[in-house]
């Protein structure tokens, strides 16, 4: 399994889209967070971080959602479409190690490049401490960046799966999309008036966004937390099932 | 034969999600009835607090809130929706989708519908001056007002009014905002109690300037309380000489405000005594007298002209003969005969001089006005240069009625002293709501001029905290035990008999703990005391007429009153409501930051250049290494 992440980690730096995944996200969220005016999910309206004059990230984090629904797909494309690319597929298959372990190995390297990319964004809290008359209140962001994490790997083991329907990364690309962006916005303004009533208190059961909004202020609730989680073993056991289905095959 | 295997094991594969999948939805709909979460913040300003919860989860059906915040507010204000829509979203959580709420632009085109509701609410629009470029300032419209709407009852927060003071500071304003929300929706979930008012003044607006001459407005206008509670409790109007005359209070009445007494009758203390026994709980807010500080009008001649002309106000004081300085010693509270003075005090603009000017060939006195600390009007807590309150005992940490942030300024107070053996025979406790500072003493009322000159005023060596403001609880013993009852006098003076049932239901002893609020000022939420200082303050900064300062002083001073009748209304309950006022909240607020400031370039070069430039750069040198390792490069 270890060896598995560090081979995908590797081949991840070894070509642009890791890069290009961080350098998008960071230049996004930061373009959001301090230039840009908009309105948040339940319609109230964001203005940027110098007019609000509060030294707070609940406004950084509110980019999160639908930032990584974007972004991850992009991530994801390659996981299982690669093998079958450079032809390492059925070396793969044939390997004596269980379907777990390639996945969680998989998964795993995913996960990392969401951390060096979280990490690699803590230039945004630290700017705003800098900007704070007496400091920054760190609670809220290191719950918003756990909270953040278990987004992203719900987002993770959703491309994931998708990825290992397809050989082709443009089609991963596109499922992958179709299932994370209505994950992300279900439940929030931007998608109310096309949301049947009947169909609205499941949205804001299922979306990422709504979930989020407790945690990207600093109140981590196990429910919103639990729900993540979930989200991430289920796909992560389906992709494990249609690995295993595959390799028996 | 592959094929069936095949088929099974697909099968099996669906089947295994689907049990996981249903597994986990059954973890997560049981786990969302459970409520484990975390505030990460360092002042739990998310937390919502027991109190709020308690209000939550005595209610059925639905509160929605709908905000009216204007897009084109200033943006000093900015914060204001975000914090109001974060404090929401805790309560639609924890209330289960009982306290629903929307955000209404009323600017927004098509919101026609939005402005009709305000209008229909008579709820206007509140001008805001907003800086434009460097030397010029528009004036906006903008609305910030919340309403809670629950069956047909409704309550509204102004937040311009009601927060005022607060919105300047998100960590002030966030801290007082959970009070105010659960407030409003405690007002209209629960039973209205009904608090009647036994003042010997009319309820005219001070406004009303054609219904009564302007000696009779002085003593009028309870209009800015009256307002205040109502949005709370019924308010209805008891006529004092009615009572005076016998005639019960009726026990419907959940608490009487015995505001400025001016002379109450034996029978009319008869009346009060019984309806304490009866279980009725009564706030006296009691002036011992009146400093003559009004200039008196006259006329005078000047040559062959006539001018309009007064005379200097005298500061001297008409006592008041309420009678209810015995029956209070008898509860426990003696009302002293003099007024507090205090250092730390308000400083008020008196009449020094006056001058002859002329208007249209017309002559007339024209006074010139002199600032002055005036030590006859304290200002509670005493606060040091830094703001904070030097001794912490001022306000009652049990019964905080007011919030660390509030200051009001009491008018000729009079010192209150604690009959621990009057108490003790009862059976009664005491809890001190306010006292002034530690550089205050009494003056006696007897010949004493209560002049705002500073030279004709002295401090004296001994000075101690002096006690306004109390709450007595017990089982009270009437004050007419073992005696009879005074007798009834008509109009004309005669004696009249009580109505036997009256005399029959009478009772020496309260069968429920009784509430007895004791504050020795009246005058310090009346009216026109309220408009001069909104006055003094505007005149003293020649500033616009309702100066925050000023606005800040009023809307404490209306708060601790309504606060007052809330204990009695509520007793504990609102003990843990007025925990909410204190509730500590740190304000992070932002350095100053103006367009092209170093911070600002420095944090534009961080995040959007630095850190995203270096990860393209490694991206590149990766890329490059790669070609020169393949030989797609030459080095």
């Not at chain 1, 790997?153 to 990825?163: E, F, H, I, K």
């Not at chain 2, 059925?60 to 204000?77: A, H, L």
């Amino acid at each position: 399994m270890l060896a598995i992440w560090r081979k995908e980690l590797k081949s991840y730096f070894n070509s642009p889209i890791a890069y290009i995944f961080i350098w998008f996200f960071l230049v996004v969220t930061a373009l959001k967070f301090f230039f840009l005016r908009g309105e948040g999910p339940q319609g109230q309206l964001r203005d940027n971080f110098f007019v609000t004059q509060e030294a707070s990230l609940t406004a950084y984090f509110s980019v999160f959602p639908i930032a990584l629904g974007v972004l991850v797909p992009m991530l994801c494309m390659r996981m299982w479409p690669e093998e079958y690319k450079s032809g390492t597929i059925e070396t793969l298959m044939t390997l004596p190690v269980r379907a777990w372990q390639v996945v969680i190995g998989k998964f795993s390297a995913m996960l990392s490049i969401l951390a060096i990319t979280f990490a690699l964004s803590l230039t945004v809290p630290w700017s705003v401490n800098e900007a704070a008359v007496v400091g920054l209140d760190w609670g809220p962001i290191i719950g918003g960046y756990v909270g953040a994490f278990l987004m992203g790997s719900a987002y993770c083991a959703v491309g994931l799966l998708m990825s290992s329907f397809t050989r082709e990364q443009v089609i991963a690309l596109l499922a992958t999309f179709i299932v994370s962006l209505p994950l992300a916005l279900a439940g929030t303004a931007y998608v109310e008036s096309p949301t049947p009533d009947w169909l609205s208190p499941i949205a804001k059961f299922v979306g990422f966004a709504v979930r989020f909004q407790s945690i990207e202020r600093g109140v981590l609730d196990l429910r919103d937390m639990f729900y993540f989680l979930s989200v991430t073993v289920l796909f992560v056991y389906l992709n494990i099932t249609v690995v295993e289905a595959r390799r028996l095959k | 034969m592959s094929e069936p295997k095949n088929g099974a094991m697909f099968w099996n594969a669906v089947l295994s999600g689907v049990l996981v999948a249903a597994n986990l939805l059954v973890a997560n709909m049981i786990l969302s009835t459970a409520d484990f979460r975390w505030d990460l913040t360092e002042d739990k300003r998310f937390e919502v607090s027991e109190s709020s919860q308690n209000i939550l989860s005595q209610f059925e059906g639905t509160v929605s809130v709908k905000c009216y915040f204007s897009s084109t507010i200033p943006k000093r204000y900015n914060h204001v929706e975000r914090a109001v829509a974060e404090k929401l979203s805790e309560y639609e959580e924890l209330s289960d989708g009982k306290v629903i709420y929307e955000i209404i632009d009323p600017d927004a085109e098509g919101s026609k519908d939005a402005l009709n509701e305000l209008k229909d609410m008579n709820i206007g629009a509140v001008p805001l001056q907003e800086r434009e470029g460097a030397s010029q300032q528009k004036v906006l419209s903008c609305y910030l007002t919340m309403v809670f709407r629950y069956g047909d009852r409704k309550s509204v927060i102004n937040l311009f009014q009601d927060l005022g003071s607060t919105l300047h500071d998100p960590g002030q304003f966030t801290s007082q905002l959970e009070y105010f929300t659960t407030q409003a929706i405690r007002n209209v979930t629960h039973e209205r109690r009904t608090v009647g008012v036994l003042a010997p003044i009319e309820l005219v607006p001070t406004q009303d300037r054609t219904a009564v001459n302007a000696e009779k407005r002085k003593v009028q206008g309870l209009q800015t309380l009256k307002r205040w509670l109502q949005a709370s409790h019924d308010v209805v109007m008891i006529d004092p000489i009615a009572v005076n005359r016998g005639e019960p209070i009726p026990q419907e009445i959940d608490v009487v405000l015995c505001y400025r007494p001016k002379s109450f009758s034996g029978a009319g203390l008869y009346i009060l005594d019984q309806y304490i026994m009866g279980g009725g709980r009564v706030a006296f807010f009691v002036d011992q007298g009146r400093v003559n500080y009004d200039p008196k009008q006259k006329v005078t001649q000047l040559g062959n002209a006539q001018m309009q002309d007064f005379d200097l106000p005298t500061y001297d004081v008409t006592p008041f003969d309420h009678n209810l300085t015995g029956f209070l010693e008898h509860y426990g509270v003696r009302l002293g005969n003099s007024f507090v003075e205090d250092m730390s005090n308000f400083d008020i603009q008196y009449i020094r001089s006056r001058e002859v000017a002329s208007y249209r060939r017309q002559y007339y006195a024209k006074p010139i006005y002199k600032d002055a600390p005036y030590p006859s009007w304290p200002k509670i807590p005493t606060r040091n240069k830094e703001g904070l309150a030097v001794v912490d005992n001022q306000v009652s940490k049990d019964w905080p009625l007011l919030s660390k942030t509030d200051d009001i300024v009491l008018c000729w107070a009079s010192p209150l002293t604690i009959v621990e053996e009057n108490l003790a025979k009862h059976g009664a406790t005491n809890e001190v709501i306010l006292r002034t500072g530690p550089n205050s003493w009494n003056r006696s009322l007897k010949d004493t001029v209560f002049s705002p000159v500073p030279e004709e005023w002295t401090e004296p060596a001994a000075k101690e905290q002096q006690i306004v403001a109390t709450l007595i609880r017990g089982k009270f013993r009437s004050y007419y035990e073992k005696k009879e009852a005074p007798k009834v006098l008509s109009n004309g003076g005669l004696e009249v008999d009580w109505a036997p049932e009256f005399l029959n239901g009478r009772r020496d002893r309260a069968e429920d703990q009784g509430m007895i609020f004791v504050m020795g000022d009246a005058d310090f939420v009346h009216d026109s005391m309220l408009r001069q200082i909104i006055n003094m303050v505007a005149q003293k900064k020649q500033s616009r007429a309702q100066d925050p300062e000023a606005m800040k002083i009023v809307f404490s001073s209306i708060r601790f009153a309504a606060n007052a009748i809330d204990v009695l209304c509520y007793g504990d309950d609102a003990k843990s409501m007025f925990r909410l006022l204190n509730r500590e909240v740190s304000s992070r607020q932002l350095k100053e930051i103006k367009e092209g400031d170093p911070l600002m370039t420095k944090i534009l070069r961080v995040n959007l250049y630095g850190v995203p430039g270096l990860v393209l750069l490694f991206c590149a040198l990766v890329v490059f290494w790669r070609r020169v390792r393949t030989g797609a490069v030459s080095v």
